[in-house]
């Protein structure tokens, strides 16, 4: 999976990408730091089920710290967006160009208002303009790509297939593209748009292809007041505070040894006797996460990778008993799989002929057999049974 990390320049989106994936990059207070995009992987975290099953798991394709299982996704951290990017301003056209493969956005705003919508210093601007300039980029540069390839399409009678195709790059699915289709009320037979249609399904593809998550960073310099305004000017969004710079800052003390963080945690232990610079500094920030229960980071992911794309994570094993591979690995793999995926779709991510030659599943906390069609759960640790060798 991947999320793209997007906003406006100066917000502190280099910063947050840092903070997730310890990844150095360029960070500076001025506008379009990042130049070409920063890629790097984070970790959607959830409760493992090893604690339940009374076993101690060796995880292959993940981690697993103290009961939490760590699953790992990319992030790709582009330049900033200036109105006026789909036709090319600022860093515009590879921005966009960068962020086609994304399945999710997280966008970072800037909570305390003290940039303004290029990046450039302000007292008292309002954050929430630049989620709509974002979205309103993003729909002109889509509606662009889809009004190229017009002449193309309107001679396709199954405007779905055709549309998907021309939107290949996007890691997209003709159910998606023909649920914007409806979803914008369009007709779909020989595709012949105005430029307002294109636009129209812009939109509704966006929210299905590229679901939006708001990040109101540097909540460590401003009141909780400027949050809930916020949050009140971007009904509909999902908004959380963070501090990409606290957060970065435990990151790096957990990694020099002088505390032990697992991110997303609101407290920390101190191991090493710190300076006196320090010590007031851990101070603060223990102070900060234990008032704001974490600094809104990991919830970022989590809610990008588990809640946005409606993912729940499986377990599949290939000894029932010991819920192991056939190396011995216990609870070897943590997959991320769509809500409403059923047993055999599981094992179409294992591998294809694996799903083809299927003859059943194993539900292996009950030893119940399981058809191909079982509707798998959260937690689920399940054996497929395949005629594949």
């Known amino acids: 999976m991947l999320i793209g990390i997007i906003g406006a320049p100066n917000k502190g989106k280099s910063t947050i990408f840092s903070a997730m994936t310890m990844n150095e990059v360029g960070i500076s207070n001025y506008p379009f730091t990042t130049i070409r995009p920063n890629l790097g992987v984070a970790y959607a975290t959830t409760k493992c089920v090893d604690t339940e099953l009374g076993v101690k798991c060796n995880p292959r394709n993940s981690l697993c710290v103290d009961g939490t299982r760590l699953i790992p996704v990319n992030i790709v951290d582009v330049a900033g967006l200036v109105p006026g990017a789909h036709i090319g301003k600022g860093m515009g056209n590879q921005f966009l160009s960068d962020l086609s493969a994304a399945e999710a956005l997280i966008q970072v705003v800037d909570a305390s208002g003290r940039t303004d919508i290029n990046g450039n210093p302000c007292e008292a601007c309002d954050p929430a303009l630049e989620v709509g300039m974002v979205l309103g980029e993003l729909k002109a540069w889509l509606a662009d790509i889809i009004e190229r390839h017009m002449h193309t399409l309107s001679r396709r009678n199954d405007g779905i297939e055709a549309l998907a195709e021309v939107l290949s790059g996007f890691r997209t699915s003709s159910a998606d593209v023909g ?49 809930e305004r916020l949050r009140e000017g971007l009904k509909g969004y999902r908004v959380i505070g963070c501090s990409g710079a606290i957060e970065l800052a435990l990151r790096k003390a957990s990694m020099s040894g002088i505390i032990r963080y697992l991110p997303g945690g609101n407290d920390f232990s101190t191991l090493k006797s710190p300076n006196a610079d320090q010590a007031e500094a851990l101070r603060y920030m223990k102070g900060y996460i234990g008032e704001k229960n974490g600094t809104g980071i990991q919830q970022l992911i989590n809610t990008a990778v588990l809640g946005l794309r409606d993912n729940i994570v499986v377990y599949p094993v290939e000894n029932e008993n010991r819920y192991s591979d056939h190396f011995g690995n216990v609870l070897p793999d943590a997959l991320l799989v769509k809500r409403g995926s059923t047993a055999q779709d599981m094992a179409r991510i294992i591998h294809t002929e694996l799903a083809d030659k299927m003859l059943y599943a194993i539900d292996a906390r009950k030893g119940h057999r399981l058809s191909k069609d079982y509707i798998l759960q959260e937690g689920d640790v399940i054996k497929i049974v395949s005629a594949a060798r």
């Open 179 to 227: 649920s914007a289709i409806g979803s914008a009320g369009l007709s779909y037979h020989g595709i012949s748009w105005d430029h307002e249609s294109s636009e129209r399904f812009a939109a509704s593809f966006l929210k299905i292809n590229k679901p939006l998550i708001v990040a109101a960073n540097k909540l460590d310099s401003t009141a909780d007041s400027s949050l």
